[in-house]
T-cell receptor, first 116, second 111 residues
Framework: GAGVSQSPSNKVTEKGKDVELRCDPI?????LYWYRQSLGQGLEFLIY????????KSGLPSDRFSAERTGGSVSTLTIQRTQQEDSAVYLC??????????????FGPGTRLLVL | GDSVTQMEGPVTLSEEAFLTINCTYT??????LFWYVQYPGEGLQLLLK?????DKGSNKGFEATYRKETTSFHLEKGSVQVSDSAVYFC??????????FGTGTRLKVLA
């Protein structure tokens, strides 16, 4: 079956513009995660969606960042008024929630964002 | 809070050399431990995992043993290949859904 897909694969934008990043999780996976991978850094947790529960937004770095997940499937991460420090690879992952901390996350290829 | 520490890279080895990438962790409770690999231009893939103390995860010739007494999960391979060149991430998940990742170790294998 298909894995996690993300689009676009690359995005170049000007400072101050808004961008939308899309994630299609694996069909049937109830949990969806967004991470940010900056140069030379590990993965930074951004937001987590699980089914119809309220998302955990505790990792979002500022109020310029928001995300939604429609119909429990596709998710969009929006960055408003982009800044140069937002340049990074944005990774999406999904998992079949087991609730016992043994689950495996499956990652998409990421969107490489460059803010000029 | 929970954390993962990996050895700094890059690590450069000749083909067929022995590989060790160190990983230590700090966590409350009993975390599950993972190694993910990121090949050039691709997303992260699960390489192996271990869910309790003394478990050994293995895949594609790579191994890692969950050592609770030393809070470590070092990745090893007896004979690396050029195709193993990638970035390797150690990670844990502890009682929640949040993964904690290390900063990654870049491995370059020379023919």
């Amino acid at each position: 079956g298909a894995g996690v897909s993300q689009s676009p694969s690359n995005k170049v934008t000007e400072k101050g513009k808004d961008v939308e990043l899309r994630c299609d999780p694996i069909s049937g996976h109830t949990a969806l995660y967004w991470y940010r991978q900056s140069l030379g850094q590990g993965l930074e947790f951004l937001i987590y969606f699980q089914g119809n529960s309220a998302p955990d937004k505790s990792g979002l770095p500022s109020d310029r960042f928001s995300a939604e997940r429609t119909g429990g499937s596709v998710s969009t991460l929006t960055i408003q008024r982009t800044q140069q420090e937002d340049s990074a690879v944005y990774l999406c992952a999904s998992s079949q929630r087991q609730g016992n901390n043994k689950e495996t996350q499956y990652f998409g290829p990421g969107t490489r964002l460059l803010v000029l | 809070g929970d954390s993962v520490t990996q050895m700094e890279g890059p690590v450069t080895l000749s083909e067929e050399a022995f590989l060790t990438i160190n990983c230590t962790y700090t966590a409350t409770g009993y975390p599950s431990l993972f190694w993910y690999v990121q090949y050039p231009g691709e997303g992260l893939q699960l390489l192996l995992k271990a869910t309790k103390a003394d478990d050994k995860g293995s895949n594609k010739g790579f191994e890692a043993t969950y050592r609770k007494e030393t809070t470590s999960f070092h990745l090893e391979k007896g004979s690396v290949q050029v195709s193993d060149s990638a970035v390797y991430f150690c990670a844990l998940i502890s009682g929640t859904y949040k993964y904690i990742f290390g900063t990654g170790t870049r491995l370059k294998v020379l023919a």
